[in-house]
């Protein structure tokens, strides 16, 4: 187990933890779309991300540690304009009642954002929620309906978001290649999703599977196969423009 070196008692500070980047790609031309914003230690090789915001949610600081983690992505972010920044964010944020005032106050180093809630969290106000990203999206905010699942629960709940992205889960990419009933049963779920729905499939390790799901309409993926998640200066020092 990971002794985090910070106290989320203390002011949440987050000083030893930073931000990597893990490219999305737009699959006709091969550009980059944006850059998923993901929590890392500066410290411990085997950071756990997970275990981080367990420890924050049992000592109910899970709210503040977000808006924190929102703000470095952003921080770290600054001067690539170019590119969508994909922010994940719990629908628990989203719900607190100081959240769109927070919003208005410190977001906007980023032009273009987009915040991903995922399938697996509960929600426990879909109508509150309804509201907010409808002020989000009024506010040039875009949203994407993280970690779509094989179980497609709450998937009418989800469509209703009217997100501007769904990212479908890593299991869809695990053995495409080789299994011609999962292909149709991604092919399936494609035609479910609203055309003004943009798609991205997670978890690519394989390049062959980016042939396949071009075929389907698919239009962004990202994965191992295409970017590692890396300190965001790794792929500009590449001289990626």
């Given at each position: 187990?990971?002794?985090?070196?910070f106290?989320?008692?203390?002011?949440?500070?987050?000083?030893?933890?930073?931000?990597?980047?893990?490219?999305?790609y737009?699959l006709?031309?091969?550009?980059?779309?944006?850059?998923?914003?993901?929590?890392?230690s500066?410290f411990?090789?085997?950071?756990?991300?997970?275990?981080?915001?367990?420890?924050?949610q049992?000592?109910?600081?899970l709210?503040?540690l977000?808006?924190?983690?929102i703000?470095k992505?952003q921080?770290?972010?600054k001067?690539?304009?170019?590119?969508?920044?994909?922010?994940?964010?719990f629908s628990?944020?989203?719900?607190?009642?100081?959240?769109?005032?927070?919003?208005?106050?410190f977001?906007?180093?980023?032009?273009?954002?987009?915040?991903?809630?995922?399938e697996?969290?509960?929600?426990?106000?879909?109508?509150?929620?309804?509201?907010?990203?409808?002020?989000?999206?009024?506010?040039?905010?875009?949203?994407?309906?993280?970690?779509?699942?094989?179980g497609?629960?709450?998937?009418?709940?989800w469509?209703?978001?009217?997100?501007?992205y769904?990212?479908?889960d890593?299991c869809?990419?695990?053995?495409?290649?080789?299994?011609?009933?999962?292909?149709k049963?991604?092919?399936?779920?494609?035609?479910m999703?609203?055309?003004?729905?943009?798609?991205?499939?997670?978890g690519v390790?394989?390049?062959?599977?980016?042939?396949?799901?071009?075929?389907m309409?698919i239009?962004?993926a990202?994965?191992?196969?295409?970017?590692?998640?890396?300190?965001?200066?790794s792929?500009?020092s590449?001289?990626l423009?």
């Open positions: 187990m990971i002794i985090l070196t106290s989320l008692e203390q002011g949440t500070n987050i000083s030893n933890l930073t931000c990597w980047y893990q490219p999305i737009q006709d031309t091969m550009d980059i779309l944006g850059f998923e914003s993901l929590v890392r500066k411990h090789r085997n950071f756990n991300a997970l275990e981080l915001f367990y420890q924050a049992m000592q109910r600081h709210t503040i977000d808006y924190q983690l703000l992505a921080q770290l972010f001067n690539k304009d170019t590119y969508s920044l994909f922010i994940n964010i628990s944020t989203l719900l607190d009642k100081k959240f769109i005032s927070w919003w208005h106050k977001s906007g180093i980023i032009p273009s954002i987009v915040l991903e809630l995922s697996e969290d509960p929600v426990s106000d879909w109508k509150t929620l309804k509201y907010v990203i409808k002020e989000l999206k009024e506010n040039r905010v875009k949203i994407a309906v993280d970690d779509m699942g094989e497609y629960s709450f998937l009418q709940h469509i209703e978001l009217e997100p501007d769904i990212k479908l890593r869809y990419m695990t053995k495409l290649v080789e299994s011609e009933v999962k292909q049963t991604l092919s399936d779920l494609v035609k999703i609203d055309t003004s729905t943009k798609i991205i499939v997670e390790e394989q390049i062959e599977c980016v042939e396949i799901v071009k075929k309409g239009q962004y990202q994965g191992y196969a295409l970017g590692r998640p890396a300190p965001l200066n792929f500009f590449n001289n423009k």
